[in-house]
Structures are given as C-alpha cells and as structure tokens.
C-alpha cells in the first residue's frame, strides 16, 4: 500500500478548567459561541459541558499533525482564556465529580443518558482518536484484526488518568475502565472480511441492539462514515509531543502490517482474553508493568516491548517521514507518561490543584 494512502486524522476531548478552583466547568457553550468563526467544524461539544472535542482536518503525515494540533489548541486555548478558563488534555480531571457536571443539551446525549443511565452519567473521561485511512474495505478489517494484538502496547503510552475523584486509583488510565462499563466496548471482534463484518452490524440492527454503526465503541473499529479504521483506546494525552510520537507509532504500525500483506505474511493473531490480560496490565501499570509475549510465554517489561516495535517499523518510518518523532518515544520511555507525570507531583506537593496546574501548562506545551 502506497504510504500516501495512509492519511491521519486526530480527534481530541480536553477539560475545560476554572483557574481558580482547577475544576471543571461548564462553560463550552460559551467558548463554542465566542469561537464560532475561528473553529469552523473543527471543535464542538461532547456528551458534558465541561468537555470540548477539537478534530483535525486528513493529514498527510505526522509533520500536519503537529501543526493541526498546535493549531487547535491554541485556538482552542485562546477562546477559552477569553471566557475566563483554561483547557486540559488528560484522560480524567484529578478530582471534580460527574455528579457536579452538567450534560450537553440535544437529542444525542439525551438519547445516551436515557438509555445508559448511571452508566452515561459517569462518562466524566476524556480520549483521543487516531484515524489512519486505509481506502479498501477488506484490508480495513485485516488491519483491524492485527493491529489489536498492539492495543496495549500503544495505549500504555498514553496513560494519563491515575486520579478518579480526589483518590489515586492505583491504575494508570482509569478512563478505560470507566468507559468498559458501556457495552460494546474494549477490544474488537475478529471478522474475516467486510462482508462478515456487515453482516454482524445488520444482526444489530435488525434485532434493535443499536440504530446505527456508530453505537460500536471498540478499542478499533473500521470508521462507519469515513474510510478510515479509528484506534479509539487512549487516554487524552497531555503533551502534543506525546501525542505525535504516539500518532506516528499508529501509522507506522499500519504501515508494516501492510507491507506484510503485500508480501503474503500477516502477524499471528492471538485469543482476545489472552491480550485482554495484557491491555489490563497495561491500564493497570502503564510503562512501569510487564506483558505477556505470547510467542515466549513469558513477561517482558513493557518499556522493552515497545523498543522491539519500534525496531519492527524501522525500515518503514523513512518512507512515512516521522522517524524524528517515533524517536520521541525514546524519551517517553526514559520520563514516562503523563499519569506518570501527575503521580509524581502529587507525591511532591500533596495537592491536586498542583496536578491540574502542571496539566494546563503541559497541554499548551510548545503550543504558544
């Protein structure tokens, strides 16, 4: 597959932050109207006021990346500082409530607090998506497939959410686990083909399970309105740095599992209880843990793990032109991730308003 093919598309949930209390506020209505003509359809709201999703435009390459997400950001940034607030990107806030927040108005979050109750009302979490665009159907689901066995891996990278209402949690992204209680959620199902995959969407619909495709909330998913398969596992990451070298590792993966293809070879799949144990692991202890190497059977540290990846994709980042921020991941390895960040802090000052400051500085991080 030509790598000019494989375009990249990021969407991001951050919190919006009162200064002065470092909590969460409801003020997305505001920012989205005073933004209006500077955000276009790039930032609109998500399920609590409190949250505001930016999406970047299709990039061609990681280097687009960067300067989408700069740009968003700041933008995002300055409208917010104009309204009194501030922007955060981590998976959840150190210690607000969902109890405290109020849900966007519309007849789509009406529709998912309704049905989901309890569980919709807790969904105070925060993700990033990653979109690589891959034009055929088939080798969409063959992507799909392989590249679960990495979801672990990669999402490890991005931990930032060790703090669940004013408590550490002892896990490193308690987002996902927030967001497991939905159904539909977690790693994917295996299919063999876009045919069998739509077959199993109509199954759905035809016994009223969902109403439409996007009621799939897997870790990856083939996009059901755009060309693309989505990697939906990761916390919102803190740095922009952070999340290009993680973007970068996506596409790169991407990029080999289809060179593999071309060449008759694929990456053996494994029982999807056997990498749930080591998606846990990672949620659990991000870079600090071990998984499992099914093929070894036995545990290698994670931070081992994801420098053999990186060595995998070596003669294919050339071609994409991100080795400089797969390099990246270098130094998170060595200064670990945002969760890791916010942990340390807390252990200094004792304070979480500590925590969401060095958030705020963090995600505006080269942006200004």
Same mark, same amino acid.
């Given at each position: ?10 969407e ?8 002065e ?5 409801s ?8 933004g ?22 299709i990039?061609?390459?990681v ?6 997400l ?8 300055n409208v ?6 501030? +922007?955060?990107?981590a ?5 607000s ?5 109020v849900?966007t ?12 109750e309890?569980l ?6 925060f ?9 055929d ?18 999402s490890?990278?991005?931990t ?6 004013g408590?550490k949690?002892?896990l490193?992204s ?24 739509s ?10 399970t969902?109403?439409e495709?996007?009621?799939i ?12 398969? @989505?990697?939906?596992?990761c ?15 996506t ?15 694929t990456w ?9 144990e080591n998606?846990?692991?990672?949620v659990?202890?991000?870079?600090d ?9 036995k545990?290698?540290p ?5 420098? @053999?990846?990186?060595?995998l ?5 050339? @071609?994409?032109?991100?080795r400089?921020? +797969?390099?990246? +991941?270098e ?9 890791d ?5 807390y ?10 400051d060095m958030?705020?500085? @963090?995600?505006?991080e080269?942006?200004?």
């Open positions: 597959m030509n790598p000019n093919e494989l375009t990249i598309g990021v991001e949930e951050y919190q919006i932050i009162d200064p209390t470092r909590e969460l506020t003020y997305v209505g505001k920012i989205l109207d005073q209006a003509t500077i955000f276009r359809d790039q930032v609109k709201p998500e399920f609590m006021q409190s949250q505001i999703e930016i999406g970047s435009n990039c061609q390459n280097s687009e990346v960067r300067q989408e700069l740009h968003l950001r700041r933008s995002v940034h917010a500082s104009e309204t009194g607030c501030r +922007i955060v990107a998976g959840t806030h150190p210690f409530r969902w109890h405290d927040q849900v108005e519309g007849a789509r979050y009406k529709a998912l607090k309704d049905k989901y309890l919709a009302n807790r969904l105070l979490i993700g990033m998506h990653v979109h690589i665009g891959i034009p159907h088939d080798l969409r689901i063959d992507i799909m497939k392989q590249m679960t066995y990495f979801a672990p891996h990669i490890a990278l991005a930032s959410s060790p703090f669940w209402f408590r949690t002892g490193k308690y987002r996902s686990v927030v967001f497991e209680n939905l159904p539909r959620t977690g790693l994917p199902e295996y299919f063999d083909s876009w045919k069998e995959y077959n199993y969407i109509k199954l759905l619909q035809v016994t009223k969902i109403d495709p996007t009621k909330w897997w870790d990856i998913r083939p996009h059901p309105k755009f060309p693309t398969v @989505e990697f939906r596992f916390d919102c990451t803190t740095k922009v740095d952070e999340v290009v070298a993680i973007v970068a590792l596409q790169a993966l991407v990029a080999k599992l289809c060179q593999l293809r071309r060449r008759n070879q053996r799949i494994y029982r999807r209880s056997l990498i749930a998606k846990w692991r990672s659990k202890d991000g870079l843990g071990k998984l499992i190497d099914f093929g070894k059977k545990e290698v994670l931070r081992l793990l994801i420098q @053999e990846i990186v060595e994709v070596d003669d294919v980042v050339d @071609e994409l032109g991100s400089k921020e +797969i390099e990246y +991941i130094q998170m390895l060595k200064n670990g991730t945002s969760a960040r916010q942990l340390r802090k252990e200094e000052t004792g304070n979480m308003k500590d925590v969401v958030l705020i500085d @963090e995600t505006m080269s942006c200004l």
